[in-house]
């Protein structure tokens, strides 16, 4: 049963998504290209100042994922979410923040932070859509299997065409 759950696991080794399982399985990363390692959108890692000076420079709103190394529900929103097509091209047209709050740095504590004094939670996954400003414009808590249901949360924000 091991090997066959193990072999399973093979395609996983090259790239290949894995579904549910992706929750569980560290992130790949795409080193100094800031994208993922499938070609995904660039985030900014820890740096809610620069995404919101990024954000008036280019007259865009920021999406700000707050997130954890450890949190599974924030693994399966990166894996299963963020790379579906209308997803990814709903998020071509914002600065995306990721801002880590359950680490042991200094960084991590100011996340959580501002976390829990702009937003009154410290749960993980939230995602919020703020304005250059930092003004929310509107907030997401949790982990959803709707994608049509996230689009719609990341349209918010926008002017309606």
């Known amino acids: 049963m091991f090997l066959i759950f193990a072999l399973s696991l093979l395609p996983g080794m090259f790239g290949a998504p894995l579904g549910e399982l992706d929750a569980y399985v560290p992130a790949a990363t795409g080193g100094l290209s800031g994208q993922s390692a499938n070609g995904g959108p660039g985030w900014i890692k820890n740096g809610y100042r620069e995404a919101l ?18 949190c599974t529900n924030c693994h399966w929103m990166d894996a299963n979410m963020f790379p579906r097509a209308e997803i990814a091209d709903a ?15 200094a960084a991590s ?10 937003f009154s939670t410290v749960a993980i996954p939230y995602y919020a859509i703020v304005d250059p400003d930092g003004k929310v414009v509107s907030s997401f808590p949790g982990l959803t ?8 949360f990341l349209k918010s924000g926008r002017p309606a065409a």
Not at 53 to 70: C, H, I, M, P, S
Not at 93 to 104: F, I, K, N
Not at 109 to 118: F, G, I, P, S
């Open 53 to 70: 000076d990024r954000a008036k420079a280019e007259n865009k709103l920021v999406l700000v994922n707050f997130t954890g190394y450890a």
């Open 91 to 105: 998020l071509k047209s914002l600065v995306l923040v990721e801002l880590y709050t359950d680490g042991t740095d």
């Open 109 to 118: 504590e100011e996340n959580q932070k501002l976390q829990d004094e702009k």
């Open 145 to 152: 299997k709707n994608a049509q249901e996230f689009l719609t």
